[in-house]
């Protein structure tokens, strides 16, 4: 059983950066392909970012140039860069971790942090 959780979330202005982290226990950090979703009022949980158990970053289109996603291993850590931030960015950040071992899918979620952008 994986264990995340996130920080590093807040209130900041327009243009304005934060940096996120997603601290993991109880597995190997180092197996499980990592990812930042987010989930504003009413809508949907999209992916933001997602990072490969190798280092392999992607990104969704509206974050892309902005957010920067980064895993740690030997600090079982994953951060996510945020810069040039908009009020359309405001939403709950969610850690991800998933791995398929031995045929069998693992999916753990952290319980979230607020990122409100606003002046």
């Known amino acids: 059983q994986v264990q995340l959780v996130e920080s590093g979330g807040g209130l900041v202005q327009p243009g304005g950066s934060l940096r996120l982290s997603c601290a993991a226990s109880?597995?190997?950090?180092?197996?499980?392909?990592m990812g930042w979703y987010r989930q504003a009022p009413g809508k949907q949980r999209d992916l933001v970012a997602r990072?490969?158990?190798?280092?392999?970053?992607n990104y969704a289109d509206s974050v892309k140039g902005r957010f920067t996603i980064s895993r740690d291993n030997a600090k079982n850590t994953m951060y996510l860069q945020m810069n040039s931030l908009k009020p359309e960015d405001t939403a709950v950040y969610y850690c991800?971790?998933?791995?398929?071992?031995?045929?069998?899918?693992?999916?753990?979620w952290g319980q979230g942090t607020q990122v409100t952008v606003s002046s």
């Open positions: 991800n971790a998933g791995a398929r071992i031995f045929n069998k899918d693992y999916d753990y």
């Open positions: 990072i490969t158990s190798a280092g392999s970053p």
């Open positions: 109880g597995g190997t950090f180092s197996i499980y392909a």
